[in-house]
């Protein structure tokens, strides 16, 4: 397995009337050092400017993708898993259709911004534990014109600028439709590690 083939990755993103953050996110994603081979972008049905700037970013960029979902009832406990798991299921079939290589499947909102080796860093501490299956950085939050950042357990990786490794992914049964998907997925990779 080459380097090149090792350092590429998937990105889903769930997005609804999100034409206030799509731009500046999109920036952030098309600057990585490492961009992705695909990213599936999931229109959950937007009635702003979203369809239209993912029009716009589809032309520029032949590694990004769309689909749109019909409207559907909105709930809090499974539509954002839903949501999600429309895209992951999309972007594992257009990959197998299309011959698209990968190593790793990525997780971002619509409303989170990277910097500019967000991905390759994540990449990096999975080359040094082979055992590692999902990986998150860290969250900062603007905060009064100040970024402050989250508290989090480094074990518990977030649910958005996550990286499963794509085996953990498969074997942990993939994106599930749940009212706690993330906590579900690091549940099942810790069990996998562990066994």
């Known amino acids: 397995m080459n380097s090149d083939f090792k350092r590429k990755y998937l990105l889903i993103t769930p997005a609804r009337n999100e034409e206030k953050n799509l731009p500046e996110v999109s920036e952030s994603v098309a600057g990585q050092k ?30 990004i993708q769309s689909i749109r979902l019909p409207p559907r009832p909105r709930d809090i406990t499974f539509h954002y898993s839903y949501v999600c798991k429309q895209g992951f299921d999309y972007s594992l079939e257009y990959c197998r259709e299309n011959g698209i290589e990968y190593e790793y499947i990525g997780l971002l909102d619509a409303d989170t911004v ?8 994540l990449m990096d501490e999975f080359e040094k534990n082979s055992s590692l299956g999902i990986a998150s950085g860290g969250v900062y939050y603007d905060v009064d014109g100040k970024l402050s950042r989250e508290v989090t357990d480094i074990n518990l990786p977030r649910g958005t600028g996550r990286l499963w490794r794509k085996a953990c992914f498969l ?6 439709i749940e009212p706690s998907p993330d906590s579900i997925s690091n549940t099942k990779a810790l069990l996998r590690a562990g066994s």
């Open 34 to 63: 490492i961009t992705p081979a695909l990213w599936i972008i999931v229109d959950d049905g937007s009635t702003d400017d979203t369809p239209k700037i993912l029009g716009v970013l589809k032309a520029k960029y032949p590694w």
């Open 114 to 121: 990277l910097e500019e080796n967000y991905f390759g860093k």
């Open 171 to 176: 074997e942990t049964e993939g994106y599930q």
